[in-house]
């Protein structure tokens, strides 16, 4: 062709297209600055972020896990140890409705990858994840969580287990839902 340099270069190729790029640098100047201030500004995260894990509770403080491992056998990442042990009402032990809890739970957060199959894999909502992010530490083992760290916080209401469940009710009325607007002792 008639424009083209003796290295098969068009004159758009020698000129205009490294201008051109030097407008992508020059628009950008002009725009607002997405640069977050971290850790100084915190921004709050999308609703449904994937952050560190939590073991709920009932409304009476009664813990929802009930220790079957399907977490831990959904983890791709093996990162999940669970043991499960069975409540004692003869010994006052009773962490959750029904037969079975959580006797150890704890969440390797060096292997997750936050991926959330575990919270889908679970059977009583009693793992679900947070928004917290801040999951870094300088030493390996504090990354390994324990069932009280993981744990959701006891709200007004609620009492720390062991106790027995609300008077009254069974395991099936905790599971349907009607914990949550009986009274505490009073009717199903
Ligand atoms: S979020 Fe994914 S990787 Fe992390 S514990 Fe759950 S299943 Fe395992
Ligand atoms: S968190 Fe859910 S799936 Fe995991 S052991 Fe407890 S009840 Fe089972």
Redesign the pocket.
Known sequence: MADNDKDGKSFKEQFIDPVAGFGVTFRTMFRKVVTEQYPFEKLPTAPRF?GR?QLNRWPDGLEKCIGCEL?AW????D??YVEGASNDDANGERFSPGERYGRVYQ?NYL?????????EACPTRALT?TNEYELADNNRQDLIYEKSDLLAPLLPGMEQPPHAMRDGFDEGDYYRGGLSTGPAGGAK
């Not at 292997?111 to 919270?119: D, F, K, P, Q, S």
Request: charged share 5%; aromatic share 0%.
């Open positions: 994937h894990h977490c959904a983890c791709p990442a990162a999940i969440i292997r997750c990858i936050l991926c959330g199959l575990c919270i994840m």
